[in-house]
């Protein structure tokens, strides 16, 4: 498989960074994010795993540099605790027509 070809991406209020190479997240985070405010899907859960806390402090740091973002925080035990993380995102301003 051609590594420069998309790969399609429900957006469904989920993503899962397991699946992703850590270099893509940069990129990957905001623009995920951006779609699913487009679509108006305000809350979002982004799961980056345990591990080490490396993937998580990224996402947070991602997080807390981006306008669309109203809030988040870690999930509670129900929604991957402290392996995801919630994002509140602001709703977008109607287009003048």
Known sequence: ???LE???L???GTLDLHAFHPADIKT???D???ECQRLGILRVRIVHGKGTGTLRRTV???L???EMVAEFRLADETGG???????TLRGREPSAR
């Open 1 to 3: 498989m051609d590594d």
């Open 6 to 8: 998309p790969v399609p």
């Open 10 to 12: 429900p957006i469904d």
């Open 28 to 30: 990957l985070v905001p």
């Open 32 to 34: 995920y994010l951006e």
């Open 60 to 62: 947070h740091a991602l």
């Open 64 to 66: 807390g540099r981006l």
């Open 81 to 87: 605790s402290w392996g995801a993380t919630l994002v």
